[in-house]
């Protein structure tokens, strides 16, 4: 008896591996992805501007970095004691504008130097409507809880959409020929919007999307296709029902690697799976003999991980 449709999924040619170096830019989905590629200790660099939820706003993050147009004070404002910059996610915001403005130009040399070596650059789409600050008439990327009569709210239409994404595929060809550009759409519903909206907005996302895939030769993962038809069923959301609980994420996840990740370094994710599980592991005797041979098994173990892969560090 079957009791669930699944979407057909094949290995891709240009599979991740060890030696891969991965960007991640986008929606908070791109951070369950990110953490998952974390824990197995590939090479990655995810969000250096936070969580981006549009194209505009990856678009913005991306040409800056490959132009290399750094920040300055008259990029970033105060807000309720706190210095933001309407190009990047809350997170970055500081206390002293010196401060945000050292986040950001990190953030754009980050970004640039991982662009030039990325072999794969991975970007999740959330959502189509776009804030625009009426004062400066610019699309933001985050509004700060600055009070909302200050901007105006619209949704980008499909052309809008996929002439953001082939400028953002050009740009990245500019520093980067190689680097295989992989999109695909969170799963994360964006409510606040409305219910009606964020299937309007996801259905501009989709289709873009599509069209810059089928023209550009980028790649499409389906992990909003798979929480929609795979997982249909509220019990794989958290509480807020809009975020996929961890039972989608680590699902999606396994299709993920199944159909870009390659069976060598698969088996180098158990192997650090083991030492990562082990670090976790908390003994109910740290004095027992026992104990101390499982240390030294794990360290080991790690030693011959840290080796054989220079980049990977273990931290307890």
């Known amino acids: ?24 830019l986008g929606s908070c989905f791109v951070e369950n992805i990110g953490e998952k590629l974390e824990y197995y200790k590939f090479q990655t660099v995810q969000n250096p501007f936070g969580i981006l939820f549009h194209t505009l706003a990856i678009e913005s993050l991306i040409t800056r970095a490959v132009t290399f147009r750094e920040y300055t004070k008259d990029s970033i404002f105060l807000h309720e004691e706190r210095w933001h910059c309407y190009d990047a996610h809350s997170e970055l915001s500081s206390s002293t504008p010196e401060e945000l403005l050292e986040k950001l130009n990190s953030g754009l040399q980050i970004t640039r130097d991982q662009i030039q070596k990325a072999s794969h650059i991975v970007i999740t789409l959330g959502t189509a409507w776009v804030y625009t600050f009426l004062e400066a008439k610019k699309v933001v990327a985050n509004c700060h809880k600055v009070p909302q009569k200050q901007f105006s709210k619209r949704i980008l239409s499909v052309k809008e959409i996929q002439e953001s994404l082939e400028y953002i595929k050009q740009q990245i060809k500019i520093i980067n020929k190689e680097a295989i550009l992989l999109f695909t759409i969170s799963p994360v519903r964006h409510i606040k919007d409305g219910f009606l909206e964020n299937q309007q907005s996801k259905a501009h996302l989709i289709t873009a999307v599509h069209e810059v895939v089928k023209k550009s030769g980028a790649a499409y993962f389906p992990s909003y296709e798979i929480m929609m038809d795979e997982l249909r069923d509220y019990r794989f959301y958290k509480e807020d029902m809009v975020h996929p609980n961890t039972t989608a994420v680590n699902y999606i996840w396994e299709k993920f690697t199944l159909s870009w990740i390659n069976e060598e370094a698969q088996k180098v994710m158990d192997k650090v799976s083991v030492v990562q599980k082990g670090l976790a592991h908390r003994p109910f005797n740290e004095k027992s003999l026992k104990h101390k041979e499982f240390l030294k098994a794990l360290e080991k173990k790690k030693t011959y991980l840290q080796e054989t892969y220079s980049f990977m560090k273990f931290t307890v």
């Open 1 to 24: 008896m079957k009791l669930q449709t699944q979407i057909p999924l094949q290995k891709e040619k240009n599979q991740i591996n060890y030696d891969s170096k991965l960007l991640l």
